[in-house]
């Protein structure tokens, strides 16, 4: 099995930045891709970005563009999400995910119902 472990969240100031970081344990070569998904309070979870574990394509939401960057270290079987120039809208209960299937292409990435593996969650509070 694999497990999933989120860290990271907090209480950040509008305009700050922060990282969270996702490690998995277990049978990691098991892993095709991995993707951070976000759910606010009242609203559905939605994709955030998304990363192929071998070549390293990167997919991201339109929200995020320009401002949130996912990256992997596969030596430590982690991914991250940078995030910069955090807004209140950003604010969420972000969950770190992966896929032991093969996705081709970027519609595949960007839908929760791709991956088996959820982690338990991180808190992302962004004040005014």
């Known amino acids: 099995q694999v497990q999933l472990v989120e860290s990271g969240g907090g209480l950040v100031q509008a305009g700050g930045s922060r990282r969270l970081s996702c490690a998995a344990s277990g049978r990691t070569f098991s892993i095709y891709g991995m993707g951070w998904f976000r759910q606010a309070p009242g609203k559905e979870r939605e994709f955030v970005a998304a990363i192929n574990w071998s070549g390293g394509t990167t997919y991201n939401a339109d929200p995020v563009k320009g401002r949130f960057t996912i990256t992997r270290d596969n030596a430590k079987n982690t991914v991250y999400l940078q995030m910069n120039s955090l807004k209140p809208e950003d604010t969420a209960v972000y969950y770190c995910?992966?896929?032991?299937?093969?996705?081709?292409?970027?519609?595949?990435?960007?839908?929760?119902?791709?991956?088996?593996?959820w982690g338990q969650g991180t808190q992302v509070t962004v004040s005014s």
């Open positions: 995910a992966a896929r032991r299937n093969v996705c081709l292409g970027s519609g595949c990435n960007r839908v929760a119902n791709s991956y088996d593996l």
